[in-house]
């Protein structure tokens, strides 16, 4: 609120009183309270979604891939499938892919990245610090994924044999991180 004086027939303004400008500085605070706390979950959101889109796209490479070997005579070569890596069936790696690490490279992966550990033949994704106010123990894990070749074991070998077995597909499993996921904290 402005207050004027009138001194000698000149009008003259002073400035905002202190109180004023606390009242203001603490309405702005809240309204940014209120809209990061509304705003921020839909960060952690695009993310997940994100690693969803990355992960629908390595299932259908990796189906395509299995389908084209059964489609050229190779269907024994499926089995080669089981613990690859499945980036590498993609025609674009996603951005913030790595690449394939071994065991003490895989400790120094910054957040929200992928990598293939050639060690446990896991697609890992590491996700990031969640960007909304969460409780300690919602907090998400590494995320990890393996190719797994589904068979009905005709000999009992425990290893796919295209020309006993009968091939079910070719998943990429979720081994690590499912709640996370589902959507589900």
Not at 32 to 42: C, I, Q, S
Request: proline share 4%; hydrophobic share 45%.
């Amino acid at each position: 609120m402005m207050h004027r004086l009138h001194i000698s027939g000149r009008q003259r303004t002073r400035g905002f009183s202190m109180l004023e400008l606390i009242a203001v500085i603490a309405i702005i605070g809240i309204l940014v309270a209120v809209a990061a706390n509304r705003l921020l979950p839909y960060i952690d959101e695009a993310e997940r979604i994100s690693v969803l889109r990355v992960e629908g796209a390595l299932r259908s490479s990796l189906v395509l891939e299995a389908a084209q070997r059964i489609v050229r005579g190779r269907s024994a070569s499926i089995a080669e499938l089981e613990g690859s890596n499945p980036i590498t069936l993609l025609l674009e790696p996603p951005k913030n892919y790595l690449g394939e690490l071994s065991i003490g490279e895989s400790e120094k992966v910054p957040a929200r990245h992928w990598y293939f550990d050639r060690h446990s033949a896991l697609l890992i994704y590491q996700p990031g610090f969640p960007f909304a106010f969460r409780a300690p123990d919602t907090l998400t894990d590494t995320l990890a994924f393996a190719v797994h070749i589904e068979f009905a074991d005709q000999d009992g070998s425990g290893t796919f044999d295209a020309a006993r077995d009968e091939l079910h597909g070719v998943r990429l499993m979720r081994v690590a991180g499912k709640r996370w996921l589902s959507g589900v904290m």
